[in-house]
């Protein structure tokens, strides 16, 4: 039931990661430059970091997981 719920979080979280979105440095980070996308989930930055392949291989990978968990 806990591997479900944490599929079906990560599934949420990365459904609509801004591939576009805008980053600027700050003290030897980078921040986005909206606001908004500072506060979502750490799944979705980690998606967002890792690029777009990458990010909808890892859904591809969770979605089947979820479905042979049903």
Do not use: N
């Not at 079906?8 to 576009?20: H, I, K, N, R, Y």
């Amino acid at each position: 039931a806990a591997l479900r719920k944490s599929l079906q979080q990560f599934l949420a979280e990365t459904s609509a990661v801004d591939w576009g979105a805008e980053l600027r440095e700050a003290s030897r980070t980078r921040r986005f430059v909206k606001a908004e996308y500072e506060k979502k989930p750490r799944s979705w930055k980690a998606c967002f970091r890792a690029g777009r392949e990458a990010c909808e291989a890892a859904r591809a990978c969770a979605t089947g997981w979820l479905a042979e968990l049903k």
